[in-house]
Every structure is written in C-alpha cells, then in structure tokens.
C-alpha cells in the first residue's frame, strides 16, 4: 500500500468506487495544460446533437464525466516536460450513456486539435452499423453548424471527414485485420472495444496501431466501450485486466493508459441482492436524466432484462456493467460460488505428485468441436485435503467449429494449459498416459479404480492405456447424467470447507464459470447440453476424479511420502 507521503503510480486511482459513489468521474486527478483544455472544451461544447429534438449544444447535453475524459485525453501534459500524458485511454460505461455520440465528438475536436499536417486519424467500430452510427453523428454535427462547414469537409462515399487547414483527416471504419493498410494514425478511436474480443486477430491489429506511439508524432488510442455480453477473452480481456491494474496501482510507475472503468467493486458484482436493488444502479449511469431515463430502465429490466437466468446475465452486463463470469445466476453450478477462494496459486502437479498419498485421474472427451480434458486429484498425504490439477487438449478445427469461444480457446493455448493439436489421437492420448504412468510410476495410483473415464470418445485412449501395461481393471467406466450427481454435489461442500483445493488455473476457472445445471427428479446435473457451446470437459473429467476418490482409495505401491522426504528410517 502507498503512505501517504509517498507518490501513487501514474494514473492509480484508489478511491475509484468512493468517486463512483460521490458522482464523481472514476479517473486519477491528471496534469492539464489550461490552455488546450479551454481550446478543446470550447470547440467541443458547441457542437450539437444531431438527433435530439432542438438539436442542444454538448456544453447542454454532455454530462461532466466525458468532458473530465475529453479534457484529460487531449490535453493532459506534464508540467515540467510539456510532453502528453495520456497516450491511451480506457473508458468502460454502461449502454446507453450516449457513448457513440460523444465518442463521435471527441473525434472532431481531436481533429480540429491537430495541428500536424497530411495526418490521418482513425474512428473505428467493430460493425458496419456502430461504424456508419459514429460518422452519421459526427457528419450531422457539422452540418448544423454553418461556421463547421468551412473547417471541415465531409465526404459520404469514403467516411471521411478532412480539416481544410491541415489536410488531416477522420476516417471511419469498420473494424477488420486490414484497416490500416501501412498507414500510422496519430489517433485511433476505438467504439465498443468488447466486441473486438470476439474477432480472431484484433491482438495483431492493436500492435500495428500502438506502433504510431513510437513515432515523434506519436500515436494517442482512445477505446470506449460497454461490459461484454459474454465472459471476457481475447484483447479486451487483456485490456480490461491492464485498466484495472493500473487503476489500482499495480501496474508500475508510469502507465501510459488512463483507466475509466464504471463499474461496481468485484465483490459487490457477485453479490446479486446488492446489484438487484435498484437504488444501486445510479451511480454507474454518469448520463441518468439526459440520454437514459430511470423509469424506463427499470421498467425494461422488468419486462424484459429479468424474465430468465439467460437474459439477465446479459442484461445486467450491458446496463450495469456486471462482468459474465463465475457466480452469477441461480443455474450455475453451486460449486463455483466457493471455487475462487479454493485456489492454491503456484500449486502444481509435481507437488500434487509428491505430497499426496494417493491419486485418480479422471478424463473426459469428446468430437473435434470439443476439449479433452484431464484432470488429476491427489489426497494429500498429512492433511486429507484433495488437490486437483487439469490440462486439455482440442482440435485446431474448433476454432472455426466454435468461433465464438476461439479467443478465449488461443488465450487457455497462450497460458500453455491448452494444448490445440492438428490429431488429437496422436498428440494428446500420449501425454495422457505418461501423465497416468508417472502416476503408476511413484506409486501414487490405486490397485483398481483408478483411472475414471467418461465411456463415450475414449476407446483410443483404453487401447493406448492397455499398451503401456494398464490392466482394464485400472480403468473405471464413470457413468454420466444424473448417476454423477454425488459428485456434483460432493466437490461444492469439500471447496467450501476448504477440504478440496485447485492450482488456480484459468482454464478451470473458465470451465466452472461456463457450467450449468439442470433438475433431474432429486439429481442436479451438469451438461455439456445444457452449458451450451461454452466448455466444460474439464471440470467432467473433475467430477470423474471426484467419484473415484470419494471411494476411499488406497494407494497400490512405492515409496511412501515420508521416504521419499527422508523421514521416515530403518
């Protein structure tokens, strides 16, 4: 923690939830050149609505929040150095806020900032719509300003919008791997940033547009967008990760990026008594009263944002910002309330290997639009707590199978708990049995039991198992459906008392996060079915482990942890 005589890092913004809650703008306090600020701020607040009846000025219309982010961005500078501050911004805000408007607005007057000539600037939107929403609203900015028209020409047919003077230009596209064609902008303006996690190379786009900021004109980013609709992945989970660090201090001493994140405390996120009070919702809405109406919102959560589990989960993403992840609504499974607080961070399986005195393994597979995973459950040997540790494997064709999970699938693949194969049969079913003979090998695997198995997608596996000197009575056939309900129900209470911990691993967080239940009679079950395309495997192969160590296993052979510690002497 920071004294209070020493500096906070660049940008840090500790009281963020204090300044939400006072309507204050969640952003740390930024050095301003005076004199830019007036000149942007007066620019900026003439501009006119084009879509509002009798068309009110920004200096009307805009709330105080975006003009604090305008001002920062655009003329935030040491006072010593006179060199730019803000390189970057991230703005998260709910829907509604008049977003795309403003965003619009910011930039004609970064346009009409710049002062470098022949430059180019880019205004880009992840869709067609969003794209030609942000040029209709700035091109209609100018043509209700007789005095704009003379600065600024328009031009439909290309999106473009130049300044006479300089030549510079505001281009607006939408969003794809070629947008830049060689070109540096000096600006980038990037609308609902959220939805570029869904595109397969946005990364490689967002490196070849920060390679303006090396440049000597350098290369601001503003990205300003929404929560996503769908568990963060891919840029802007890395974004939004990066964001909140620096807003908390913890991402070094000279950030380049000004973090604006509306959003409620994480542990208030999942505190769904506190996010269903309606009295709470104010303070995220910087724009309540102007572009949003209170009634109106409550009502459409009424009517349409609370009619199901389903439609909540995005409802409440979208207008209240709340991250889609791990324990969020009534058909989770009860076990990933208590999954977070489980985890062992730096526990891997060679300590799961050393300090257990017994082992199962369970797996589970499926098609070429499926992972295989395995998971590996040790019961440590001094405190009878079970460990587990988890790995998969999936085709590379599920990324053109599963499109929507893809980035989330290469970032698993990046962390190396994801292995993407081009024959699974080949690549993954080798490592499953060295794992299961290292297992044998330390003498950590029951006599009989001990290798769990979903029956359906896994004959390669047995056959490759039996190779390698595994008897059939080693491997177990673990029924599906309700008939694994006790270990649905075991793994929760056992997280919760602290009797089951994990590695951490993102890929189980993922899992855990994706699985849902289903009522079956007096069973719950969890199915790759009813969890959608979102996957689980994993945590099934979890569950396989799970029901073989609730038979209280005992280890067949080899050395003991205690002789293998030295402690234990003839």
Same mark, same amino acid.
């Given at each position: 923690?920071?004294?209070?005589?020493?500096?906070?890092?660049?940008?840090?913004? +500790?009281?963020?939830?204090?300044?939400?809650?006072?309507?204050?703008?969640?952003?740390?306090?930024?050095?301003?050149? %005076?004199?830019?600020?007036?000149?942007?701020?007066?620019?900026?607040?003439? =501009?006119?609505?084009?879509?509002?009846?009798?068309?009110?000025?920004?200096?009307?219309?805009?709330? &105080?929040?975006?003009?604090?982010?305008?001002?920062?961005?655009?003329?935030?500078? !040491?006072?010593?150095?006179?060199?730019?501050?803000?390189?970057?911004?991230?703005?998260?805000?709910?829907?509604?806020?008049?977003?795309?408007?403003?965003?619009?607005?910011? $930039?004609?007057?970064? @346009?009409?900032?710049? %002062?470098? +000539?022949?430059?180019?600037?880019?205004?880009?939107?992840?869709?067609?719509?969003?794209?030609?929403?942000?040029?209709?609203?700035?091109?209609?900015?100018?043509?209700?300003?007789?005095?704009?028209?003379?600065?600024?020409?328009?031009?439909?047919?290309?999106? *473009?919008?130049?300044?006479?003077?300089?030549? *510079?230009?505001?281009? /607006?596209?939408?969003?794809?791997?070629?947008?830049? *064609?060689?070109?540096?902008?000096?600006?980038?303006?990037?609308?609902?940033?959220?939805?570029?996690?869904?595109?397969?190379?946005?990364?490689?786009?967002?490196? &070849?547009?920060?390679?303006?900021?090396?440049?000597?004109?350098?290369?601001?980013?503003?990205?300003?967008?929404?929560?996503?609709?769908?568990?963060?992945?891919?840029?802007?989970?890395? %974004?939004?990760?990066?964001?909140?660090?620096?807003?908390?201090?913890?991402?070094?001493?000279?950030?380049?990026?000004?973090?604006?994140?509306?959003?409620?405390?994480?542990?208030?996120?999942?505190?769904?008594?506190?996010?269903?009070?309606? #009295?709470?919702?104010?303070?995220?809405? +910087?724009?309540?009263?102007?572009?949003?109406?209170?009634?109106?919102?409550?009502?459409?959560?009424?009517?349409?944002?609370?009619?199901?589990?389903?439609? %909540?989960?995005?409802?409440?993403?979208?207008?209240?910002?709340?991250?889609?992840?791990?324990? @969020?609504?009534?058909?989770?499974?009860?076990?990933? !309330?208590?999954?977070?607080?489980?985890?062992?961070?730096?526990?891997?399986?060679?300590?799961?290997?050393?300090?257990?005195?017994?082992?199962?393994?369970?797996?589970?597979? $499926?098609?070429?639009?499926?992972?295989?995973?395995?998971?590996?459950?040790?019961?440590?040997?001094?405190?009878?707590?079970?460990?587990?540790?988890?790995?998969?494997?999936?085709?590379?064709?599920?990324?053109?199978?599963?499109?929507?999970?893809?980035?989330?699938?290469?970032?698993?693949?990046?962390?190396?708990?994801? /292995?993407?194969?081009?024959?699974?049969?080949?690549?993954?079913?080798?490592?499953?049995?060295?794992?299961?003979?290292?297992?044998?090998?330390?003498?950590? =695997?029951?006599?009989?039991?001990?290798?769990?198995?979903?029956?359906?997608?896994?004959?390669?596996?047995?056959?490759?198992?039996?190779?390698?000197?595994?008897?059939? #009575? !080693?491997?177990?056939?673990?029924?599906?459906?309700?008939?694994?309900?006790?270990?649905?129900?075991?793994?929760?209470?056992? @997280?919760?008392? $602290?009797?089951?911990?994990?590695?951490?691993?993102?890929?189980?967080?993922?899992?855990?996060?994706?699985?849902?239940?289903?009522?079956?009679?007096?069973?719950?079950?969890?199915?790759?079915?009813?969890?959608?395309?979102?996957?689980?495997?994993?945590?099934?192969? @979890?569950?396989?482990?799970?029901?073989?160590?609730?038979?209280?296993?005992?280890?067949?052979?080899?050395?003991?942890?205690?002789?293998?510690?030295?402690?234990?002497?003839?």
């Amino acid at each position: 923690m920071t004294s209070a005589t020493e500096a906070a890092p660049r940008f840090a913004c +500790p009281d963020w939830w204090a300044k939400i809650k006072a309507g204050e703008t969640p952003m740390a306090d930024v050095p301003i050149n %005076e004199a830019k600020a007036a000149k942007a701020l007066a620019f900026f607040n003439r =501009l006119r609505l084009p879509d509002v009846p009798g068309n009110p000025t920004m200096k009307e219309a805009c709330g &105080q929040w975006f003009k604090d982010i305008l001002v920062a961005f655009l003329a935030g500078e !040491d006072p010593e150095t006179m060199e730019r501050l803000v390189w970057e911004c991230l703005c998260m805000v709910p829907k509604k806020n008049s977003k795309s408007t403003y965003t619009a607005a910011l $930039g004609l007057t970064a @346009l009409y900032m710049c %002062e470098i +000539p022949n430059a180019q600037m880019l205004l880009i939107g992840p869709s067609q719509n969003i794209s030609a929403r942000c040029f209709d609203q700035a091109q209609g900015m100018i043509r209700l300003d007789d005095n704009l028209k003379l600065i600024f020409k328009v031009q439909d047919h290309l999106k *473009t919008i130049t300044r006479r003077k300089t030549m *510079t230009t505001l281009e /607006v596209k939408t969003f794809d791997t070629s947008i830049l *064609t060689g070109e540096i902008p000096v600006m980038t303006i990037i609308d609902e940033l959220h939805e570029l996690g869904k595109k397969a190379g946005a990364i490689q786009v967002m490196q &070849q547009i920060r390679g303006g900021g090396i440049t000597m004109n350098g290369g601001q980013v503003m990205m300003i967008t929404t929560q996503s609709d769908k568990r963060p992945a891919g840029i802007w989970k890395s %974004e939004l990760q990066k964001a909140r660090a620096i807003r908390d201090g913890k991402a070094g001493e000279s950030p380049i990026m000004l973090p604006v994140l509306y959003e409620f405390p994480e542990k208030l996120q999942k505190m769904e008594s506190f996010w269903r009070n309606r #009295e709470n919702w104010g303070c995220l809405l +910087p724009n309540l009263g102007r572009s949003i109406s209170r009634q109106r919102l409550e009502d459409d959560y009424t009517n349409n944002g609370s009619i199901s589990p389903e439609v %909540e989960q995005v409802w409440v993403s979208q207008h209240l910002n709340i991250e889609i992840g791990i324990g @969020l609504h009534d058909d989770r499974w009860v076990g990933a !309330d208590y999954w977070a607080k489980a985890a062992r961070e730096g526990m891997t399986l060679d300590d799961i290997i050393a300090k257990s005195e017994v082992c199962v393994v369970g797996v589970d597979g $499926g098609g070429l639009d499926d992972l295989l995973g395995i998971c590996v459950l040790g019961r440590h040997a001094e405190t009878k707590a079970w460990q587990a540790w988890a790995k998969a494997w999936a085709d590379r064709d599920v990324l053109q199978l599963r499109k929507v999970i893809a980035p989330e699938l290469e970032d698993l693949a990046a962390a190396g708990e994801l /292995v993407l194969v081009d024959n699974i049969e080949a690549e993954a079913n080798p490592e499953i049995v060295d794992i299961c003979s290292r297992l044998k090998l330390a003498g950590r =695997l029951p006599e009989e039991d001990s290798i769990g198995m979903d029956p359906e997608g896994v004959g390669s596996i047995i056959d490759e198992l039996t190779e390698a000197a595994f008897r059939i #009575e !080693d491997i177990r056939s673990i029924s599906q459906g309700y008939k694994l309900n006790a270990a649905i129900k075991i793994a929760p209470v056992k @997280l919760k008392n $602290g009797s089951m911990v994990h590695c951490g691993q993102r890929i189980m967080d993922w899992c855990v996060g994706n699985a849902k239940v289903e009522a079956r009679g007096n069973a719950v079950i969890v199915t790759k079915a009813q969890s959608g395309s979102a996957k689980i495997d994993p945590l099934m192969a @979890l569950f396989n482990a799970v029901m073989l160590m609730s038979w209280n296993p005992v280890a067949s052979g080899g050395p003991s942890v205690y002789e293998e510690r030295g402690l234990l002497t003839v």
